[in-house]
């Protein structure tokens, strides 16, 4: 399973970016996708999550800003009203197993990961 990350930037604080993400190499709705970020010096933190029942979960500093979706084999992550503390590398991953809403938000349960892409907004 190879999954490949693409749409970051450099967007000044108030901004939008959305972010891609594309899976190959397994079915469509097989496995459960999560977003993931980590800022320089800080450990990597859950974003938000797709289960595999089609549960969406969102970690709730990003709650009413940031947005998933999902079409065929890409995910998309959908950040409005960036802030400064968004500034993080973000990568996709994904898992077979059967996760909650709130499991998905942890990195531990996660397999396959992408090579990340930077975002950066400026205050």
């Known amino acids: 399973l190879q999954l490949v990350e693409s749409g970051g930037g450099l967007v000044q604080a108030g901004g939008s970016l959305r972010l891609s993400c594309v899976v190959s190499?397994?079915?469509?709705?097989?496995?459960?996708i999560g977003w993931f970020r980590q800022a320089p010096g800080k450990e990597r933190e859950g974003v938000s999550c797709?289960?595999?029942?089609?549960g969406i979960g969102y970690r709730d500093s990003v709650k009413g800003r940031f947005t998933v979706s999902s079409a065929k084999n890409t995910v998309y992550l959908q950040m409005n009203s960036l802030k400064p503390d968004d500034t993080a590398i973000y990568y996709c991953?994904?898992?077979?197993?059967?996760?909650?809403?709130?499991?998905?938000?942890?990195?531990?349960?996660?397999?396959?990961w992408g090579r990340g892409t930077q975002v950066t907004v400026s205050s």
């Open positions: 991953a994904a898992t077979m197993r059967h996760l909650t809403e709130v499991a998905g938000l942890d990195d531990i349960w996660y397999d396959y």
């Open positions: 190499g397994f079915a469509h709705d097989s496995y459960a």
């Open positions: 797709n289960t595999k029942s089609g």
